[in-house]
């Protein structure tokens, strides 16, 4: 069996990291604190190799610890050392910010391009509008008269079919046909497909 091999070179007296971390599993406060103080170097040497942001590594290192203390309970030792668990935890976390900070910039970058691109072009959205009024004008000359009085009563004027038959005189089958076979002309006639 391999000698354990202590970060600061010299074995520390009183209990190893299994027993302090047992210790803490069940809410010991000072076992956690001797346990707090012999692991957070290398915690914290790891976590600022990734992150490489000190005030990032010690935030991270702390959330790690904190981690630790409510997680005391689900170390399983033969799955591998006290300091090894530790340093996954520590590592995993660094890379999940080196993630997240990442995904934010992405973000931040995506939303400052789209703040650059203009939000639509005035002179053509014009330019188009007034193509289709022309279009529709050039559609509605080629209807019967009495197909155009009815439409433009209806649609340009806003009245009911049934205004548009008392306005005209007609009955209101009438009037109803009139504009359905008119709208079917103009839909042709402006190339709209169903």
Same mark, same amino acid.
């Given at each position: 069996?391999?000698?354990?091999?202590?970060?600061?070179?010299?074995?520390?007296?009183?209990?190893?990291?299994?027993?302090?971390?047992?210790?803490?599993?069940?809410?010991?406060?000072?076992?956690?604190?001797?346990?707090?103080?012999?692991?957070?170097?290398?915690?914290?040497?790891?976590?600022?190799?990734?992150?490489?942001?000190?005030?990032? !590594? %010690? $935030? @991270?290192?702390?959330?790690?610890?904190?981690?630790?203390? =409510?997680?005391?309970? #689900?170390?399983?030792? *033969?799955?591998?050392?006290?300091?090894?668990?530790?340093?996954?935890?520590?590592?995993?976390?660094?890379?999940?910010?080196?993630?997240?900070?990442?995904?934010?910039?992405?973000?931040?970058?995506?939303?400052?391009?789209?703040?650059?691109?203009?939000?639509?072009?005035?002179? !053509? %959205? $014009? @330019?188009?509008?007034?193509?289709?009024?022309?279009?529709? =004008?050039?559609?509605? #000359?080629?209807?019967? *008269?009495?197909?155009?009085?009815?439409?433009?009563?209806?649609?340009?004027?806003?009245?009911?079919?049934?205004?548009?038959?008392?306005?005209?005189?007609?009955?209101?089958?009438?009037?109803?046909?009139?504009?359905?076979?008119?709208?079917?002309?103009?839909?042709?006639?402006?190339?709209?497909? @169903?």
């Amino acid at each position: 069996m391999k000698e354990a091999v202590h970060i600061s070179g010299i074995q520390q007296p009183g209990p190893g990291l299994p027993e302090l971390l047992a210790r803490t599993a069940r809410g010991d406060e000072q076992a956690f604190s001797s346990f707090y103080d012999a692991v957070i170097g290398p915690v914290f040497g790891l976590v600022r190799s990734v992150l490489r942001d000190p005030a990032q !590594s %010690e $935030e @991270v290192a702390q959330e790690v610890l904190i981690d630790v203390w =409510r997680t005391a309970a #689900r170390y399983e030792s *033969e799955r591998g050392g006290v300091m090894n668990w530790v340093l996954t935890l520590a590592h995993r976390r660094a890379v999940d910010r080196v993630r997240s900070v990442q995904a934010s910039v992405e973000r931040e970058n995506r939303t400052a391009l789209l703040a650059q691109m203009p939000a639509f072009d005035e002179v !053509s %959205e $014009e @330019v188009e509008s007034r193509l289709e009024r022309e279009s529709v =004008r050039r559609c509605l #000359r080629t209807l019967t *008269e009495l197909q155009r009085e009815s439409v433009t009563l209806a649609y340009y004027r806003g009245l009911t079919y049934r205004e548009v038959a008392e306005l005209l005189a007609l009955p209101l089958g009438t009037v109803k046909t009139r504009l359905r076979d008119g709208l079917i002309r103009l839909r042709d006639c402006l190339g709209v497909t @169903v």
